[in-house]
């Protein structure tokens, strides 16, 4: 049934890796740059997996959450689907709340954005396509992958302890002078 229903959604795939490119194209990049484990293909357009949320008739509303297993400087897609009204997700880091209908598609990182959605009225379902964070330990361990983001952060980090060194430093002299 999975096989089949990715086949049948090739071209949603494939409209959602081209957002992805257009909006952020060194992630999407980054995607495609190393091969998956074992010769498997992307079975998701650009993104290694996808899940599809079943909500069923009337669903709670989510509770707010981060996908914090998803990688850390990635972007999940998530694609609206079924008949409904409500549903609306909350991005509580970015104080937005987002109408979406069927077949609207959002593009975020889920894993460092705070996000739920309201309740809903009717059947929603949804298709999230993710790439979780060890399928980048896996790369890196394989094939040595670098993050640009990644090295910015730790070159950041870097001085700021170099900052603080000098200014302890100059303190000591201030007070040995």
Known sequence: MADDFIDRNEELFHEMSALLGQLVPGVFRHFQRYPMPDGTSRPCGAWTTCVINNGGENPDET?????VKE???????????????GGA??????????EMGPGDLLLFP???IHHSNEITHGVRKSLVAFTQ??????WKRTYGMVLRRQVRKETLKQKKKDEKLRKREEMLRSKTE
């Open 133 to 138: 964070e060890n399928m980048n330990d896996y």
């Open 71 to 85: 990688s850390r400087y990635g972007y999940s897609c998530v694609v609206s689907c079924g008949d409904f009204t």
């Open 63 to 67: 509770k707010i959450h981060r996908d």
């Open 110 to 112: 889920d894993s460092l």
């Open 89 to 98: 997700i909350i991005l509580y880091d970015l104080g937005y709340i987002l």
